[in-house]
């Protein structure tokens, strides 16, 4: 009777909805409160079979360099501002703009402190600290011209993520699942993986990877290194996976008991989460245990196995991809250096250089390298003015990169001015690079909204244009 | 938040319920059907944002839709000949609206609506959120299952749509219901017996009664209080600091459980530190302007971070009291409500008068009041007459007082007579190293005390001998400071320093000591012995500072009499301010009175001690108003924008305030005002969704143009009057409520009420939901008798997985779990940390604090069931309540079972339940058996110990039951 009940109820949701899919989509979204469809616990994504144009990538993978890179010793090469170095920063730079740690300061030049060198066939100019993303110079593409609009990092990393300043908006990442759900029923569509060292370490902010005002499975579950991989994902101590499954059998069948008497349609989705809770039991170790690697993948990384480091995590980066994850992001905590930006740099690239450069390795060579799409970048740059031997925080241009699906491979986009400091050629704003990648994920980021307080949202708030230059 | 999806829905389904009747037989009402359709499609260009508008047409303005036109945008009455409908209608691409590109489309429905609304007359209504709540007539509705008023308004509404009201729910459901909701815990199996058996007619009002008198309640309506004003524990940006706030959050739990006037509560809030006389309650009260973000990021400019403080109490103020979307305003006019953007900057200019940094911590104050203030007060008034008898025996020419003056004069002859430090700093340099070598001013010659050094100059400072004195915390910065030493005689003395970092001395101009060095300032870090010559001598320190505090020390060997008391010592003749200088000195030094000095150095502890055992917690505290402009586009940097004034939002009934500048406490009373038309519906609307789950209009934090208009708008306007006519009595509300026949309805949903109202928004049943994230806590400790029943004080830590903070920092740290009882609190205890918020509150939809939450979603999902099922609270809680049903369920297997229901489900179990429980326990039984070190384990969760007396199979096996039972739906939702 209550099985009855249950279907008459979502026919009715179907049978009403003018708007069809969008109305069984939100009516299940819902009902993760009410009317999940209990065969179909995965979350089909809002636009499911209707993607605004052809998608060009499947997933993200996004590795934030939090601290804020400095472009200078990375990827924007300025001989002008190496000329420069020690002479006073002309003032009509920086005259009446933000300014964090050098407030009322003298502002002298520092010139970029490695070498550069082009690479392959496009050309593409990267500087001496990185050893290994040289030979995949000519899969990446370079954004120079990158500008931000929050100066302290907490701000500029809830700007980079949410696209406005304001807490309690959804992440990227819960967008897109939102948007697309995700092809695991094992695993979160939204992962979140973090490693430290090389310079000083930033907090970071579970907000981050919050889901805002979309509902809480949206959410980013952060794995850890250290104790549960995913909170609460192993077994109390005494008990093993056949007693918590009695455990689990038991709870399911009473809930089923329940539901016949009171026709709760949130009994019929709690059963389902229960049994994807156990699934994540098995699967969460199972992803992070990486014996089932060959040696010349483990060398490739130069790794270990899941031990919390940069290059493990891209390591259970292509894991987590090859299980269907949406959105793997990364952050790495080491970049913020206002002093001795040139060993800093060095040493946190050293902690980088090999597992990204390996991770386009690796998904290349397993085909999932064109549709997956890779953003490698920081919450802001840093200034072409020294802060004794370092650099403090700069927003008005500074660099990233992005490759695989559907980006342009080996080019170079957008510049900064002779000194490293203003964007002024193809200028990306934070909202155009959401545009863009939404846009190879197959959305219009005009269109993928979500009421709240009486408005629709949307990831670009109401700004965003689509990046042409990086489109493949 | 799950109330906004069901905004959307609510959306979605009301457009559907109205394609099922037709328009044509309906009667149209323009605030109800017309203007969300306007407000939603048409507003962005043609509503109250001047700089987006178009063709100076406002939809959303009476004048500008009915003013004079070649071609009338409206007809009345003839919708064939108004332009309005002629351009929504038309399917030329050039003439349609909106217009072809625009990403929004009106549906036939639509169109057919403001036709038929155009041929009815076409009336125009205002808001009717902006207009303040009339008492409306109550509807007559029958006899027929009517408890109260309220239930008229229900009834009324259902019959119009040939539905009735569903049978009362058992009396169990009941008094689980209104556990939870009034509570937020289960009643225990004593409380429901007697309700169950009680027949009393008035049995229900009754139980009403006593559970609305519980502390609990307190407890369960601050919980949602905390989430509207986002309480929270710790400053939110960047290095997220623990900030000292518990003793608000206590004020919130007695202001519910002494039904504090809603009037008084909103003024306290807001303006309790302005209030006459203001007691430490309502300045305890005003800490709720501080309990916004901060930050204390280094780099962070203070003028950005003010900007956006100013900008969040708007926003969030305006959600709390208001359930308007006045943040909007920030960078342009409202979109879709009349507010302009200098409201927002006027409405922001009331707080302008609040002292704070814009980067850094604010300073907590202690509360004192109640025994506290006595004990101190006492303590006080002894140390006061101890001091004065002290006073006066000092001032007494004894033998004891000659033979100390001539000793004391002897003593002078050979003392050092050191003058009063002069202080010069802090002197910023590049680096540490910089600080300490570089010569900021001649060392080698003599300082000329007129002369500073940039903009620093010369100050005089007390900074006492043998005491370490903190200096300025300036990095990479240096300071100086300067003594004369004179003494009667050349002689050996020798100095003693401690210094933070490092340290620099010079005596008669020439170096005597350098220490390049990092450390904390300790007495006795540096002893040197130099020589005076006869007279005056030059002294001269540098200290110099790297990072973190910065301090020194100084003391040399002899007695050290201080200058002036030598000096006076030296004269025949004496003043009389001299002479009480003396005697002071004598009370303050002598072996005759040490007795009666330790006797008040040790009471002067004692009131130390009272005084730091204080809660300290932010509070408002003032300052001359500071300018506030309006930010055109937001931005910070522009100080071009017009300046503001504290008034309110110019289309709202404006404040009666002449000759002065208004202020918070004028803006709270305009608030309560009984004309105003927001704040009394948005309390009855938000405490009518603690128990129906939704409110009346959502979303609870929109009343404006794109809230969806009232289910049942003159219930809302009904209560609204009545909370305002009751003396804003919030426990009255509640008791109508619950006390109604409405709210006592079973939840039972039937295939009917499923299809026509799946969401219960016409009210023909209750609903069943999950219970909010600390209640899932509250009720697993309860039923497992761990739950502490203490009510307030300092936010507690309970188990939380180790790392979890790992990736916070400035400084790093790790969570501290509580002792004792502590961690068996009550969820609304736990700290409360923004950035990391504990991981079982966050799974079950608790938010993170940083803005107003109205509404929390309410998610199913699996961190849930990981949470419930290994989360140590619950395993741990599982265990007790294991030894519980050992230990009073009954001799055998079954009563146990039936006992262990009644506790957590309050009913006996069934036979099929009984049935899949039975078969764990034996399984599980026979493991443990079989396996005592799992059994071991299995019971060693938790900081409980395990009694002697149990058998630790058995109790291990009961501890699966218990955990599948904790793990129940049933058990964590409120039916």
Known sequence: MANNSLSVNRRSFLGHGAQGVGVYALASLLGQTQAADVEVPRWPGVLNGKLHREAKAKRVIFLTMAGGMSHLETFDNKPKLRELDGQPMPESYTKGQPIAQLQNRELLCLGGQHEFKKHGESGNELSAIWEHLGSVADDIAIVRSLKTEAINHDPAHTFMNTGTTISGRPSMGSWLTYGLGAETENLPGFVVLTSSGGGQDQPIDSRQWHSGFLPSRFQGVHFHSQGDPVLYVNNPPGIDREGQGDIVKAVQQLNQFRGAVVNDPEIATRISQYEMAFRMQASVPGLMDTSDETQATMDLYGTKGADGTFAANCLLARRLAQRGCRFIQLYHRGWDHHGNVKGASQNTAKLIDQGITALIKDLKQRDMFDDTLIVFASEFGRTPMAQGNGRDHHIKGYSIFLAGGGIKPGTTVGATDDLGYNAVDDVVTVHDLHATMLHLLGIDHERMTFQFQGRDFRLTDVHGKIVDKLLA | ?975
Request: proline share 5%; with cysteine; aromatic share 8%.
């Open chain 2, 1 to 975: 938040m799950a109330n906004r999806r069901i905004l959307g829905l609510s959306f979605v389904f009301s457009v559907a319920a109205l394609s099922l009747t037709t328009v044509s037989a309906q009667q149209v009402d323009f605030d109800r059907d017309i203007r969300p359709i306007l407000s939603n499609n048409c507003f962005a260009c043609h509503g109250p944002d001047e700089n987006t508008r178009e063709a100076e047409l406002r939809l959303d303005d009476k004048d500008s839709v009915f003013a004079d036109r070649d071609a009338p945008l409206i007809q009345p009455g003839k919708a064939a000949s108004s332009e309005l409908f002629r351009r929504i209608s038309s399917t030329d691409e050039n003439e349609m609206m909106p217009p072809a590109d625009f990403r929004k489309k009106l549906t036939g429905q639509q169109i057919e609506l403001i036709e038929k609304w155009i041929d009815q007359g076409a009336e125009w209504k205002q808001h009717w959120a902006w207009t303040a709540p009339n008492r409306p007539q109550v509807p007559k509705a029958g006899r027929n299952g009517v408890l109260n008023p309220i239930d008229n308004f229900i009834i009324r509404q259902l019959s119009d749509e040939g539905l009735t009201m569903s049978q009362p729910a058992d009396r169990v459901t009941l008094i689980r219901r209104l556990s939870f909701d009034l509570l937020g815990l289960p009643p225990n199996a004593e409380e429901v017996a007697a309700f169950v058996n009680d027949k009393d007619p008035k049995a229900y009002q009754n139980l009403v009664k006593r559970i609305i008198a519980k502390p609990q309640y307190g407890e369960r309506l601050a919980m949602y209080w905390l989430d509207i004003v986002r309480y929270a524990d710790s400053n939110g940006y960047h290095a997220d600091k623990t900030r000292q706030i518990a003793p608000y959050r206590d004020y919130v739990i007695n202001a519910f459980n002494t039904n504090k006037p809603y009037d008084l509560f909103v003024k306290e809030q807001l303006g309790g530190d302005l209030m006459e006389n203001a007691t430490i309650e309502q300045q305890v009260a005003s800490g709720f302007n501080m309990l916004l973000q901060t930050t204390d990021e280094g780099g962070a400019q203070a003028k950005e971070y003010l900007a956006k403080y100013s900008a969040d109490r708007v926003r969030n103020t305006a959600s709390i009291f208001l359930g308007v979307t006045l943040g909007c305003a920030e960078c342009h006019d409202h979109k879709y409500d009349p507010f302009t953007t200098q409201d927002f900057y006027n409405f922001a200019s009331f707080f302008a008068d609040i002292n704070e940094v814009g980067v850094g911590n604010a300073p907590a104050f202690p509360v004192i009041d109640g025994m506290l203030a006595d004990q101190i007060a006492d303590k006080t008034s002894a140390i006061a007459d101890k001091q004065a008898s002290l006073n006066a025996v000092s001032r007494e020419p004894s033998d004891a007082r000659k033979a100390w003056e001539a000793a004391l004069a002897k003593q002078a002859d050979t003392s050092v007579v050191a003058g009063k430090w002069q202080y010069l700093g802090p002197l910023v340099a590049a680096s540490f190293d910089e600080a300490h070598d570089k010569s900021f001013l001649n060392e080698a010659e003599s300082i000329d005390l007129s002369v500073g050094v940039g903009d620093k100059k010369w100050a005089e400072k007390d900074f006492p001998d043998g005491a370490v004195h903190a200096l300025d915390q300036t990095a990479n910065a240096a300071h100086y400071l300067q003594r004369t030493l004179t003494v009667k005689a050349a002689s050996k003395v020798e100095l003693k320093f401690g210094s933070d970092d490092g340290i620099r001395v010079w005596v008669n101009q020439k170096e005597v000591l350098t220490n390049k060095v990092t450390r904390g300032p300790a007495p006795d870090q540096e002893k040197i012995t130099v020589d005076l010559k006869e007279g005056e001598n030059s002294l001269l320190l540098k200290i110099s500072q790297g990072g973190g505090g910065a301090g020194f020390y100084y003391a040399h060997n002899n007695s050290g009499l201080p200058a002036d008391i030598a000096a006076i010592l030296g004269k025949t003749e004496r003043t009389e301010a001299e002479r009480n200088k003396l005697s002071d000195y004598y009370r303050d030094n002598s072996d005759e009175l040490k007795t009666q000095r330790d006797e008040i150095a040790a009471m002067q502890k004692q009131l130390e001690q009272l005084n730091n055992s204080a809660p300290k917690t932010l509070m408002t505290r003032v300052r001359e108003p500071r300018m506030i402009r309006v930010l055109p586009r937001g931005n910070w940097m522009d100080d071009s924008g017009a300046e503001a004034s504290p008034t309110v939002p110019g289309f709202m009934k404006p404040l009666a305030i002449e000759g002065r500048r208004a202020n918070r406490l004028d803006l709270a009373n305009w608030m309560v005002d009984p004309g105003n038309p927001l704040t009394s519906r948005v309390v009855v609307n938000r405490l009518w969704k603690l128990f129906f789950g939704h409110g009346l209009a959502e979303p609870l934090d929109d009343l404006g143009a794109q809230g969806t208009r009232p289910s049942h708008p003159d219930l809302l306007d009904w209560l609204a009057v009545e909370l305002i006519e009751s003396g804003w009595d919030i426990k009255h509300i509640v008791g109508l409520i619950v006390n109604s026949n409405t709210y006592r309805q079973s939840s039972t949903l039937t295939v009917e009420l499923a299809g026509l109202d799946p969401y219960n928004f016409k009210y023909a049943r209750q609903s069943q939901y999950r219970l909010e994230a600390e209640m899932i806590r509250d009720t697993a400790l309860a039923i497992s008798g761990l739950l502490s029943d203490k009510l307030g004080g300092s936010s507690v830590k309970p188990y939380q997985p180790a790392g979890y903070w790992k990736h916070m920092n400035f400084p790093k740290r790790t969570w501290q779990m509580s002792g004792g009882d502590d961690i068996y609190r009550r969820g609304l205890y736990t700290h409360w940390q923004r950035m990391f918020l504990h991981p079982s509150l966050l799974a079950f939809d608790a938010p993170s604090r940083e803005e107003c939450t109205v509404s929390r979603p309410r998610s199913n999902t699996p961190q849930q069931a990981l949470v419930l099922l290994n989360d140590p609270t619950y395993v741990e809680a599982a265990r007790a309540f294991a030894e519980r049903i050992l230990m009073h369920g009954g001799p055998d297997d079954s009563s146990k079972l039936n006992w262990a229901y009644q506790i957590a489900l309050s009913r006996n179990v069934n036979p099929n339940e009984a049935n899949v429980l039975l078969d764990v326990l034996a399984k599980h039984l026979n493991t443990y058996k079989q396996n005592p070190q799992a059994a071991d384990e299995y019971l060693s969760v938790g900081r409980r110990v395990t009694p002697e007396n149990i058998d630790k199979s058995e109790l291990a096996a009961w501890t699966s039951i218990s955990r599948i039972i904790l793990n129940l739906h049933e058990t964590i939702t409120r039916n």
